[in-house]
């Protein structure tokens, strides 16, 4: 069975589950960019001149970029080994959700702001500095989310009733986030090389 006919399979044996993972992501997002919103005139400003002041800079920075990888590499490979050992917590569930949910309220909110006070800059930051390493960490969150929570849940149900089954369960569980750790490097190195010569390319128009 090939990567992608797995891949479907799991996902329709866990479509439920992975429906109300992407609604708590969703909600996230709504969430983050309703935030804005509430934000006093002063906050906003200060957000503003904030962003301002990274794309005037932009063009003089000097990105240690191998740094910056291993920096965002760490953080997102930190997340994935968070969400695996919550799985196997059984009562990891509801810090799980709460994971995915606060990552749809920065990304919502991050998106939101950025075109709201930006305009035609804002989406093109969008567009070319953030969402081409979160094409990569959002289906491996989302994923990594499913995986956990079914973990868990088998677990509190106790459908492992052989020991043998549930160490081959493991074994699988593991190796699904081992590959979930080689994607998010791979987004690393996007968001660590790719998105500030973005950045600087817009900052020189804007």
Do not use: C
Not at 21 to 48: D, K, R, V, W
Not at 52 to 81: F, M, P, T, Y
Not at 127 to 137: A, D, E, F, R, T
Not at 180 to 204: D, T
Request: net charge positive; no cysteine; proline share 2%.
């Amino acid at each position: 069975m090939g990567p992608t006919k797995a891949l479907k399979e799991y996902l329709r044996g866990n479509l439920k589950l992975s429906i109300v993972i992407l609604i708590i992501f969703a909600a996230g997002i709504i969430g983050g960019s309703l935030g804005i919103s509430t934000l006093s005139n002063q906050q906003q400003s200060e957000l503003q001149n904030y962003v301002d002041l990274v794309l005037q800079g932009s063009g003089d920075w000097q990105v240690d970029s191998g740094g910056l990888a291993q920096k965002v590499i760490w953080s997102n490979i930190k997340l994935v080994l968070l969400m695996w050992f919550l799985g196997m917590t059984v009562i990891g569930i509801p810090l799980i959700l709460l994971v995915i949910f606060l990552r749809g309220v920065v990304l919502g909110f991050t998106v939101g702001f950025l075109i709201q006070e930006k305009a035609l800059a804002g989406v093109l930051l969008t567009l070319l500095s953030i969402l081409p390493q979160n094409i990569i960490y959002v289906p491996v969150l989302l994923l990594s989310a499913v995986g956990a929570v079914s973990f868990s849940l088998n677990l509190i149900r106790g459908k492992f009733s052989r020991s043998l089954h549930l160490s081959q369960y493991f074994i699988g569980y593991s190796v699904g986030y081992m590959l979930a750790l080689l994607i998010v490097s791979l987004g690393g190195l996007v968001e660590a090389y790719i998105s500030p010569a973005f950045i600087r390319l817009i900052a020189v128009y804007f």
